[in-house]
């Protein structure tokens, strides 16, 4: 016997390509003494579980968890049990030890498709232009901005527009901006997961740029 609490559960944990693990999910959890490897049941995650990386680059492994809950906190697998034995009423606030929280939990952009691995979401900002050059594009601008969209706008375009965004600015000849908006529609958007909208806007003046020599022609850009 010893007084020593536990808590113990199957969750499903994603894992970047570095092996970082960036959150782990806990249908369900058990107070008391863990069972042997030999007892333990079944995670039932089926299709949720893959180890081939998604769209994200991101694993969801199955990881049985056993967490020492008057000891410091191990790992993110044992941090993310004790907020889930919170969230799910199983403890009382104040009463774990959270000691080494902040320590084994990793840096993390949380979006609609599950948490991206910071370096990884950066990344991602390069599909877009990756996928623009090959149809005309020279180069582009990322600027990370924060919209003020109201309710109303959000339910005419029948898209959840998210506050923080990422806006890839790209000058380009008007003859060319149908194939670089078709090319970051159906090449990064759907390679990476990712939703967002392309549009163009048209450029009437522009100081200090020669559009022709730069477009190969002249004419207006967009």
């Not at 044992?78 to 799910?88: C, E, I, P, Q």
């Not at 370096?119 to 090959?134: G, I, N, T, Y």
């Not at 109303?152 to 790209?170: M, N, R």
């Amino acid at each position: 016997m010893t007084d020593q609490r536990t808590a113990w559960g199957w969750g499903l944990a994603s894992v970047d390509a570095a092996g970082n693990t960036l959150d782990v999910w806990y249908p369900e959890l058990k107070l008391g003494e863990a069972p042997e490897e030999v007892a333990r049941p079944n995670h039932n995650f089926r299709n949720l579980a893959h180890e081939g990386a998604d769209a994200r680059g991101v694993r969801r492994i199955p990881v049985f968890t056993v967490s020492k809950l008057d000891e410091p906190i191990e790992d993110a697998a044992d941090a993310y049990l004790r907020l889930h034995l919170l969230s799910m009423r199983l403890a009382k606030p104040n009463t774990l030890n959270l000691d080494g929280i902040f320590a084994a939990l990793n840096n993390v952009v949380w979006t609609n498709y599950g948490p991206f691995a910071v370096e990884d979401f950066a990344l991602r900002k390069l599909d877009v232009m990756a996928a623009a050059k090959p149809a005309g594009a020279r180069g582009g601008t990322v600027a990370r901005a924060r919209g003020l969209s109201s309710e109303e706008a959000e339910k005419f375009l029948h898209i959840t527009i998210q506050p923080e965004k990422d806006v890839v600015l790209i000058l380009t000849a008007a003859a060319q901006k149908q194939s670089i908006m078709k090319a970051i529609c159906n090449e990064a958007f759907a390679r990476t997961g990712e939703r967002g909208i392309a549009f163009s806007v048209p450029v009437s003046d522009v100081t200090g740029l020669d559009l022709a020599r730069l477009a190969g022609q002249a004419g207006q850009a967009e």
